[in-house]
């Protein structure tokens, strides 16, 4: 297929998280407020006069100053994220909110603070207590947390404006990024495909690493380019699968899986759009607050959720989407001594294996992708027995 027009420039823009939109984002007065997680719901750092990072550590090495203080026993994107702010490679930010729901993120950040590492001016950093199920109180204890500890520092220490209004206009403006990116998303549904996982990936992480309005625009083109993209006349790919899992803001990941044969046509796993490009929506006569509240909770497919509807509700989506996407298998990989995906990686492939009919393939890998021989195994063997899966149901 012919490359995007905006794909290099797109590229270029993961190699630092100080990339040219930030930076002159930072030069124009607005405020950097960094996040790693989910839980901190990215419409409400994008009210004006302030943006929000997800933050990566892209090119890493060896995180050895972090090691020294997380131990080589802790998660490897954790201690990149350390390394990464000893390095200096987060001194742009204002700001940065975290979530007390990763133990090993939370020691991270905790170090973050203990050693000043970010010292620009009124730098805070802040921890919303999440809660573990999504009731009617969960909502509302959720949202307290965001008005205490998410909008009322940026108010008094930044003088952002953070009232329904101005809530109100960064869910249509966040709105508008989604109805984009699910729309690019769509189109891996056809066959032969007209964008890649790799492609796709790329896409999915510039609108979570750069402001908003200096990137849309450029999105709306490829959406646009893409629906006149003429395919190729063999597709390179055998198999098609859904990617679920952990951390992953590596879209070199992705394009590994598909140098072994297999389409990723869906991402459900942290940094993905599945759950994250879904619009909010305002009820009638709610706050937006509250609606803000109850869509992050309430979509979050974080295996930190232990309640019986939610434990059975997350291998029902990555099911749906295995329906939805036409995919042949489903891959689901775990961040290495991550305690959360390592328990629901099993779980949820004995389910879609057992229960479900789905084939499966588990892998858990470090941040940095230096094994990248072992992984390239396991992929080639997957998609050699789903195309047997596929002849075997053909006779």
């Known amino acids: 297929m012919k490359d995007l027009k905006h794909l290099f420039f797109f590229e270029n823009l993961l190699q630092e998280s100080y990339n040219e939109p930030v930076a002159k984002a930072v030069q124009s007065g607005k405020r950097a407020v960094g996040y790693t997680c989910y839980y901190i719901p990215e419409v409400l750092l994008n009210l004006q006069g302030c943006f929000g990072v997800r933050l990566r550590a892209p090119r890493s090495t060896s995180p050895d100053m972090a090691t020294y203080y997380l131990t080589n026993r802790n998660c490897p994107f954790s201690r990149a994220f350390l390394e990464r702010a000893i390095e200096g490679g987060y001194n742009f930010l204002n700001a940065f909110i975290g979530s007390e729901t990763c133990a090993a993120m939370n020691r991270a950040q905790e170090h973050i603070s203990l050693l000043h590492l970010i010292n620009t001016p009124d730098f805070f950093i802040r921890h919303l207590d999440v809660p573990l199920k999504d009731d009617e109180r969960s909502v509302e204890h959720y949202e307290r947390q965001l008005q205490i500890k998410l909008l009322d520092p940026l108010s008094k220490t930044f003088g952002i404006e953070t009232g329904d209004a101005a809530i109100m206009n960064a869910v249509e403006r966040h709105n508008e990024l989604c109805r984009v990116i699910t729309a690019i998303g769509e189109l891996r549904k056809k066959d032969p495909p007209v964008i890649s996982g790799y492609e796709f990936a790329v896409i999915q992480l510039i609108s979570l690493v750069c402001p908003h ?32 899992g952990s951390e992953i803001d590596n879209p070199d990941f992705i394009k590994l899986i598909e140098d072994c044969g297999a389409l990723v046509v869906a991402d459900r796993y942290c940094y993905g759009s599945f759950p994250g490009r879904e619009e909010i929506v305002v009820r009638e006569g709610e706050k937006p607050l509250t609606a803000v509240a109850r869509h992050y909770l309430q979509t979050s497919q974080c295996p930190r959720f232990m309640n019986s509807e939610k434990v059975e509700a997350r291998p029902a989506y990555i099911k749906n989407l295995f329906t939805e996407f036409n995919a042949d298998g489903v891959i689901i990989e775990s961040m290495k001594f991550c305690e959360f995906w390592g328990y629901e990686k099993a779980l949820a492939s004995h389910i879609l294996i057992n229960e479900m009919d789905v084939p499966c393939c588990t892998i858990e890998k470090e ?15 997957f998609v050699e027995s789903l195309e047997i899966k596929k002849l075997n149901a053909a006779v």
């Open 213 to 244: 309005e200096d990137v849309i625009d450029k999105l709306k083109e490829t959406l646009e380019e893409l629906k006149k993209r003429v395919p190729d006349e063999k597709s390179p790919y055998r198999v098609r699968v859904v990617v679920a």
């Open 367 to 381: 941040y940095v992708i230096g094994s990248a021989g072992q992984l390239r195994t396991r992929f080639q063997a």
